[in-house]
């Protein structure tokens, strides 16, 4: 079945500090892959796209099809990064979201 | 240019009672798409609509039903509340691609 796991609810760090956030997917077929995020009080959007390898923001997401996992990374932190991130499957017609992954960037 | 606007921004609906989302685009997207959010447990789908007239389920679409005589709008009701109902909802609409553009959506409590 297809299917997205991120694996935490939450994840703290400190400015400056690297970030990953863990992606991990389940499909049958050539999957394409997106993060999300959600800032305090704005509206979900979409971050990035694993078929476009660009960096928004300073975050970058590269698709290993061995290991099935899109894991979102980011040399080093910054307070505004803190916010809700969601990453999501194409299955057809719709996404496949995760469950989402809190990130809490500290001073 | 709106994007997507949904209405009510909060409701509070007692049990048994029945209500519409309401959710409209300006962006000429064919697909559109409804989700609730529960904490930890991520977007969910309930309905989406490839154009005016057709619609599909999604994963939760047990108590609502959709409709989609135009492709501006797409409202969600709600038949007979129930608590498990209470959520976040969000609209969403995409022209065909995955680049979905979000409502603000609305907070719905049952009691």
């Known amino acids: 079945a297809q299917r997205v796991t991120q694996p935490e609810k939450l994840l703290s760090v400190f400015k400056g500090a690297p970030v990953e956030l863990k992606c991990n997917y389940s499909?049958?077929?050539?999957?394409?892959l997106f993060w999300y995020v959600q800032y305090s009080r704005q509206r979900l959007q979409l971050l990035l796209r694993h078929i476009s390898r660009e960096s928004i923001k300073g975050f970058t997401a590269d698709l290993n099809k061995g290991e099935t996992s899109f894991h979102l990374k980011k040399p080093f932190a910054q307070e505004e990064d803190s916010a809700m991130y969601y990453c999501a499957l194409g299955d057809g017609d719709k996404l496949i979201f995760g469950t989402g992954t809190r990130l809490q960037v500290f001073p | 240019n709106a994007g997507v606007t949904q209405t009510p921004k909060f409701r509070i609906l007692k049990i048994g009672q029945s209500m519409t989302l309401q959710c409209t685009q300006d962006m000429n997207h064919n697909y559109m798409y409804w989700y609730r959010q529960d904490p930890g447990m991520g977007l969910k789908l309930i309905y989406y609509s490839v154009g005016a007239g057709i619609t599909d389920k999604g994963e939760v679409p047990n108590g609502y039903n959709v409709s989609r005589s135009t492709t501006e709008d797409f409202p969600l009701r709600l038949e007979l509340a129930a608590p498990s109902q209470t959520s976040v909802y969000f609209c969403?609409?995409?022209?065909?691609?995955?680049?979905?553009?979000f409502g603000p959506g609305t907070r719905l409590t049952v009691t």
């Open positions: 969403a609409s995409s022209s065909p691609s995955y680049e979905q553009y």
């Open positions: 499909y049958s077929g050539s999957p394409e």
